[in-house]
């Protein structure tokens, strides 16, 4: 197992068009969080989903941002209509269980120009 | 005023120096306490994961919690230049969906 893994690990985008992130989870995890993180701030948190159910949104996540878990294994995070305040690191993590520790992934670096 | 107040730096010490790294937080209900390290343009890697009060060691680091004082450190020993990161604190309450509050990280740079 290779740990949480991300794609694309870079994209630059233009203001306005629609953009979607992957995160492949630890095999057998069954939390899996999203993340943000800007230039000299720590993460924050965006979302979580327990297998296929998003249990949790925060309200960074406006109703330009949608999270999918389809079958409880990767999931999807899409923006549209991106604006320039959305240019962060997108992180992905995931955890056994709610009690043990999450492992983050390398990261989307977004850039919207 | 954030949940988690971290000293963003950047800290540099010589090699070998005895680093601290601290947060205090305002939170009381957080149970759980870890450090990430993440390295530029990388995703935080854990290092250290803590639960309630004490003290833990792993090698060359240490973290200890002190939630009476709502204060949480990272003490690294003989530190070396690949030491040289942001480390970020995180910390979550019992139940709460593992849901992680980080500090703004402090950045470190360890001088040969």
């Known amino acids: 197992d290779t740990g949480v893994s991300q794609n694309p690990r870079h994209k630059i985008t233009k203001r306005g068009q629609n953009v979607t992130f992957r995160c492949d989870p630890i095999?057998?995890?069954?939390?899996l969080y999203w993340y943000r993180q800007t230039l000299g701030q720590g993460p924050e948190f965006l979302t979580y989903f327990q297998n296929e159910a998003q249990l949790e949104k925060s309200r960074l996540l406006s109703d330009r941002f949608s999270a999918e878990r389809p079958k409880g294994s990767f999931s999807t995070l899409e923006i549209q209509r991106t604006e320039q305040g959305d240019s962060a690191m997108y992180l992905c993590a995931s955890s056994q269980d709610s009690n043990t520790e999450a492992f983050f992934g390398q990261g989307t670096r977004l850039t919207v120009v | 005023q954030k949940e988690v107040e971290q000293d963003p730096g950047p800290l540099s010490v010589p090699e070998g120096a005895i680093v601290s790294l601290n947060c205090t937080y305002s939170?009381?209900?957080?149970?759980?306490f870890m450090w990430y390290r993440q390295y530029s343009r990388k995703g935080p890697e854990l290092l250290m994961y803590?639960?309630?009060?004490g003290n833990k060691e792993d090698g060359r680091f240490t973290a200890q919690v002190d939630k009476s004082s709502k204060y949480i450190s990272l003490f690294i020993r003989d530190s070396q230049p690949s030491d040289s990161a942001t480390y970020l604190c995180a910390m979550r309450v019992t139940g709460g969906g593992n849901k992680l509050t980080f500090g703004t990280g402090t950045q470190l740079k360890v001088e040969l």
């Open positions: 803590t639960y309630s009060s």
């Open positions: 939170n009381s209900a957080f149970q759980y």
């Open positions: 095999s057998e995890h069954n939390r």
